[in-house]
């Protein structure tokens, strides 16, 4: 029965939110899961083969105006030391890069209003212009369509804007009534509009979150299609309101990473750090799952302790060149291999 319900998610791409559900709910049952588990991984083969993308994430700022309840960096938390890179700062990040392979460059940040639209253009064409072929990711949060657009006019390519729940009511569980989950949903149809390779995504296991929340997350990416899904399992950071609420699961972030390899077979899909924080194999797990991106740190060591979103996150005392050899290794030793390369998402 559950079986067939993958059968029918590897044809069609789609199930309805009951059916969904229904798969959901066997995440802990072994054979199930290796049955999906093959099913996402031969199609990932067929698409990309055994290679591995990689992008170079350097993080920009840990200033943030808002108050989400799961994250560190939130403007409330007092306790954090603060710090932003200036434009050489982040280019030489990108340079190191450049040298260690990567062709694809994301900056991401809490949302630091020192950072005007006239310093991130120029920073992101000094980007472009240095390094014509390579791609550039934003992850900094909400901003106005005027602003993407003048982002995107300097050179940057992809936008990376997790929705974090599709569910407007579970959304004000996790944010201040400032944000919400109409706004974001927006800021995601704007930058589609403009022409962005777009990433959305949400954490696995937030407080709060119900199978069928995690349905609704999985019918609004169906119906936006991006071509990157970022997820990753929900961590406590023990300076948020969330410090005492309990962490994801890694092996229900496993099967949702398959399900979206099933429903999206070219997407880009990140193993992501916070996988191999709960788990020291979690990001080869996240490869064998159906995954096919890796993130690993381009941020200078003396800042990245600061960029603490969630409690114990791993990389933050290594070189890029030492996460880069360590992933590799990695890699290789499940029978993948990274590769230098932009990593475009393929059309069907
Ligand atoms: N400020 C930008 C934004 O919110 O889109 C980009 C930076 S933000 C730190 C990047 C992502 O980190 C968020 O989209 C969220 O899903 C994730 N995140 C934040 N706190 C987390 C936590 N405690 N556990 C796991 N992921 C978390
Ligand atoms: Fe700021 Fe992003 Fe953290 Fe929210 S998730 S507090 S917007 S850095
Ligand atoms: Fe950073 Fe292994 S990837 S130390």
Do not use: W
Not at 41 to 68: D, F, M, P, W
Not at 88 to 101: N, P, R
Not at 325 to 333: D, G, K, Q, T, V
């Amino acid at each position: 029965m559950i079986k067939s319900l993958i059968n029918t998610l590897e044809q069609r791409h789609i199930l309805d939110k009951s059916e969904f559900i229904e798969l959901i709910k066997n995440f802990e049952n072994q054979e199930i899961s290796d049955y999906l588990f093959k099913k996402a991984v031969a199609i990932r083969q067929k698409h990309y083969g055994n290679a591995v993308y990689t992008r170079g994430l350097v993080e920009i700022s840990n200033h943030c105006r808002n108050n989400c309840y799961y994250c560190g960096l939130r403007a409330e938390n007092k306790k954090i030391e603060r710090y932003r890179l200036d434009k050489e700062t982040i280019l030489a990040c990108c340079h190191e890069g450049y040298q260690l392979g990567f062709r694809t460059f994301v900056l991401q940040g809490g949302e630091d209003k020192f950072y005007t639209e006239t310093m991130l253009t120029d920073i992101v064409s000094s980007i472009r212009k240095a390094y014509p072929y390579c791609a550039i990711t934003l992850s900094l949060g909400e901003m106005s369509y005027e602003t993407y657009l003048a982002l995107y006019q300097a050179g940057a390519n992809r936008y990376l804007l997790r929705h974090e729940t599709a569910n407007a009511a579970h959304y004000a569980l996790l944010h201040p009534a400032q944000l919400s989950e109409k706004n974001r949903k927006q800021c995601l149809e704007n930058l589609k509009k403009i022409g962005y390779q777009v990433g959305t995504g949400f954490m696995v296991g937030s407080p709060f979150q119900t199978f069928e929340h995690l349905a609704e997350d999985l019918l609004f990416i169906a119906q936006l299609q991006p071509q990157m899904v970022g997820i990753g399992p929900f961590i406590p950071h023990h300076q948020t309101p969330f410090a005492d609420k309990e962490k994801g699961s890694v092996q229900l972030t496993l099967f949702l990473l398959a399900i979206l390899r099933l429903m999206l077979p070219t997407v880009l899909l990140p193993s992501t750090t916070a996988l191999g924080t709960l788990d020291p194999q979690g990001r080869e797990k996240g490869i064998l799952a159906g995954a096919n991106v890796v993130m690993p740190n381009l941020s200078p060591v003396a800042v990245r302790k600061k960029y603490e979103i969630y409690d114990n996150k791993i990389c933050t005392g290594e070189e890029a060149a030492e996460c880069k050899f360590c992933l590799h290794r990695r890699m290789e030793s499940i029978g993948y291999r990274i590769v230098v390369d932009r990593g475009d998402a393929k059309t069907k």
